[in-house]
Nanobody
Framework: QVQLVESGGGLVQAGGSLRLSCAAS????????MSWYHQASGKQRELVAT???????SYTDSMRGRFTISRNNAKNTVYLQMNSLEPEDTGVYYC??????????????WGQGTQVTVSS
């Protein structure tokens, strides 16, 4: 199993920046990719960015250029640097890990989420 703990959320003015962190613990050797998701109030959770074990990154088009996902393997931590924040970026940000099970099956783990509020 894997445990994920997010931190770094808070209140920021539009145009500002925040860096979210997601610390992973447990059987992290079985993690194949980690992602950040955003859930605005009353809306579905949506993918923001993903980083694989090989370091390949991908982004949702609306976030590309403003957000950067990265990781520190020594700290077992994934980050989301968010710049030029907009009020629409307000919501809960969740960390997600894809965990490889035997026989080629994967499952996912979620953190508890961290609240980001962007004021206009």
């Amino acid at each position: 199993q894997v445990q994920l703990v997010e931190s770094g959320g808070g209140l920021v003015q539009a145009g500002g920046s925040l860096r979210l962190s997601c610390a992973a613990s447990g059987e992290i050797s079985r993690i194949t990719a980690m992602s950040w998701y955003h859930q605005a109030s009353g809306k579905q959770r949506e993918l923001v960015a993903t980083i694989t074990n090989s370091g390949t990154t991908s982004y949702t088009d609306s976030m590309r250029g403003r957000f950067t996902i990265s990781r520190n393997n020594a700290k077992n931590t994934v980050y989301l640097q968010m710049n030029s924040l907009e009020p629409e970026d307000t919501g809960v940000y969740y960390c997600n890990a894809v965990y490889r099970l035997p026989l080629g099956i994967s499952t996912t783990y979620w953190g508890q989420g961290t609240q980001v509020t962007v004021s206009s």
